[in-house]
């Protein structure tokens, strides 16, 4: 899995390492074809099992069948919902999880995997998060044998940890303030890593989507949408997505490298838009950067996306087939809060805002193309986050489940500090979590 010019590296070694020394980031050397197992899967396959099956193929040589089993069985006791709406459109929700948010799917199959490529050895797990994001990644590694989990965050509260789940009590989860920006975390994240002597001696990798172990489970759900619709639609078929850190974007082009049929992918983004004119035009020089504006899809307010590079490495290979497979659409905030009420009406469905982005751009595409195939919407996050947004477009109140209730609750951290990594070893050392 070479980043760049990085040479080639086993998956264990691109999954504990995470980033490449050379920079830039780990991408797949190649995949494996399987058009064969999608063709024999069907509606009654489960989840689990299709991660086990796919992930045994993907992961060859670092993961056997039983081994493949026993992650995805200790993974995943939630799985994604396909709910097919009409003729042209269906929303797979991906906030069934612990946490209420798609990245539970990621995150939770790379602890589950972690723990199984470790054995007895040992691990910390570094990762950037702000606000109700870090509590996915804590509760993903909650308990996991012989991993350690620290998460930077802002200049700001975090929520939803447990006190027993701190490292000094018992735990293994080490919240830590940083002095600064959610870039100056992920920048502090980067300078672990990279730092050998620092990295090796803490055992040091990252649960962020800059971790190829984390990015490319997500493809599964891409193909779980495939195998509940193949028997049920004719013509084209498309996948509308909220794009911010365009990593399920990236995700849904490796599950069509893996060979599974699909026509495009809408990257629906809001007025931010910071890869709109890249994705158009395939100049590397057209991604956007700037003021960050504020608005109701605020997982999607990037100024520069995380997974750019895949993004690029995709287009280097095939610049003529990209520009035929992504496609991209602008929702701005009044279109969002319309689109969440007219879905509300129509189906009787609520989307969060970022579901919502992309349904108003599944609409406008197939009004535009005079569409007679299917687009799959992805829903990101449970709508009742967002009761505000939810109450704002449709009048409706909705409350959180009592799983994400307990999510909203402000914690404190184990040590508040300055983004530096003399600071950040004084705040880790003497945590340790040997078998």
Not at 94 to 100: A, D, I, K, Q, R
Not at 198 to 209: D, L, W
Not at 334 to 360: C, I, N, Q, S
């Amino acid at each position: 899995m070479p980043g760049g010019k990085t040479p080639a590296v086993p998956f264990k070694e691109a999954i504990l390492q995470c980033l490449p020394q050379g920079g830039g980031l780990f991408i797949p050397e190649s995949v494996p074809d399987l058009r064969h197992l999608l063709l024999h899967m069907g509606e009654e396959t489960s989840y689990p099992e299709l991660v086990a099956a796919v992930s045994s193929l993907l992961f060859e040589g670092d993961l056997n069948p039983f081994s493949a089993s026993r992650i995805s069985e200790g993974a995943f006791t939630f799985e994604p919902e396909l709910l097919r709406l009409d003729q042209n459109f269906s929303v797979l929700t991906l906030y069934g999880g612990p946490t209420g948010v798609f990245k539970d799917f990621g995150i939770t199959f790379l602890a589950a995997l972690l723990e199984e490529l470790l054995h007895d050895d040992t691990a910390m797990v570094i990762s950037a998060s702000r606000g109700k994001t870090g509590v996915s990644i804590a509760r993903a590694f909650q308990n996991r044998r012989n991993i350690i989990s620290a998460l930077l965050y802002p200049d700001e509260n975090i929520y939803g940890l447990a006190r027993e789940t701190y490292a000094p009590e018992g735990g293994n989860v080490i919240p830590i303030r940083i002095k600064g920006t959610l870039d100056d975390c992920q920048r502090l994240v980067g300078e672990v890593i990279r730092d050998r002597s620092f990295s090796e001696r803490y055992k040091v990798t990252s649960a962020n989507a800059i971790n190829p172990g984390r990015l490319l489970p997500q493809a599964f759900y891409f193909l779980y949408s495939f195998i509940k619709l193949k028997k049920h639609i004719t013509g084209e078929l498309l996948f509308s997505i909220p794009s911010g850190n365009l990593g399920n974007l990236i995700a849904g082009l490796y599950a069509w490298k893996f060979g599974m049929p699909v026509n495009g992918y809408i990257a629906a983004m809001n007025i931010n838009n910071p890869s709109g004119e890249f994705i158009k035009s395939g100049n590397f020089e057209d991604l956007k950067s700037g003021p960050i504006v504020p608005t109701v899809s605020s997982a999607l307010d990037i100024s520069r996306p995380a997974n750019y590079e895949r993004l690029v490495s995709f287009y280097k290979e095939s610049p003529a087939v990209m520009k035929n497979m992504v496609y991209t659409e602008t929702v701005d905030d009044k279109h969002t809060l319309e689109t969440m009420e007219r879905v509300w009406k129509k189906y009787r469905l609520y989307l969060d805002p970022h579901g919502a982005v992309a349904f108003a751009a599944a609409e406008k595409m197939a009004a535009d193309r005079n569409f007679d195939g299917h687009i799959v919407i992805l829903a990101t996050a449970h709508p009742a986050k967002y009761a505000e947004e939810t109450r704002r477009a449709t009048g409706q109140d909705l409350e959180l489940p009592d799983n994400l209730a307990s999510l909203s609750r402000p914690a404190e951290p184990v040590a508040e500090i300055k983004p530096n990594l003399e600071d950040l070893e004084s705040a880790i050392a003497g945590y340790s979590c040997a078998p």
